[in-house]
């Protein structure tokens, strides 16, 4: 049975890691606004940022709440194309 102690230096390592491994893949995403590598439209990264966004409110009420899912995020227009 692991104690206090030790579940909360577990916590601080994984949550540490995982945190800056998020922060990380952000200037990753941020990297894709460059026009001259890639195109998109407006739509797209509001629909983008969404997503993250109601990612983020998922994760914090994790932090109050037992019960959780885990939802995959695709662009609608990729789910289309999946769809056929």
Known sequence: ???????RERFLRIA????????????LLGNCSNRNNY??????VNEM????????ARCKEQYSDKNHSVDRFYFST???ETDK
């Open 1 to 7: 049975m692991d104690t206090e102690k030790e579940k």
């Open 16 to 27: 540490s890691n995982r945190t800056n491994r998020i922060v990380d893949d952000f200037r």
């Open 39 to 44: 195109s998109y439209t407006k739509e797209e």
């Open 49 to 56: 940022f969404r997503e993250i966004e109601r990612s983020l």
């Open 78 to 80: 990729m789910k289309e």
